[in-house]
Nanobody
Framework: QVQLIESGGGSVQAGGSLRLSCVASRPPFSTHIMRWFRQAPGKEREFVALITWSGGSTSYAGSVKGRFTISRDKATNSGYLQMSSLKPEDTAVYYC?????WGQGTQVTVSS
């Protein structure tokens, strides 16, 4: 199991920005991928973005493409999700995922 600690959530107005961080206790040995998911109240957890650990290739959900940027720092086993042009519908708890492990989540609230 890998330990994941997320941070950076908060409350912002629509159009604002936030940067989420995820520090892992080790690199993703099994899947070689770090993912971000989110879960809004009353909804299922949904995929947001992923990055391959070695090459840094990225993929995004259509709802965030062009607004969110995922990145990673291999030296510190850290991942980041830069969120810009935030919308009220981005309000959710955001989770970092590595292999089969999940972080505790960080709340993002966007007000109109």
């Amino acid at each position: 199991q890998v330990q994941l600690i997320e941070s950076g959530g908060g409350s912002v107005q629509a159009g604002g920005s936030l940067r989420l961080s995820c520090v892992a206790s080790r690199p993703p040995f099994s899947t070689h991928i770090m993912r971000w998911f989110r879960q809004a109240p009353g909804k299922e957890r949904e995929f947001v973005a992923l990055i391959t650990w070695s090459g840094g290739s990225t993929s995004y959900a259509g709802s965030v493409k062009g607004r969110f940027t995922i990145s990673r720092d291999k030296a510190t086993n850290s991942g980041y999700l830069q969120m810009s042009s935030l919308k009220p519908e981005d309000t959710a708890v955001y989770y970092c995922n590595v292999d089969s492990s999940w972080g505790q989540g960080t709340q993002v609230t966007v007000s109109s």
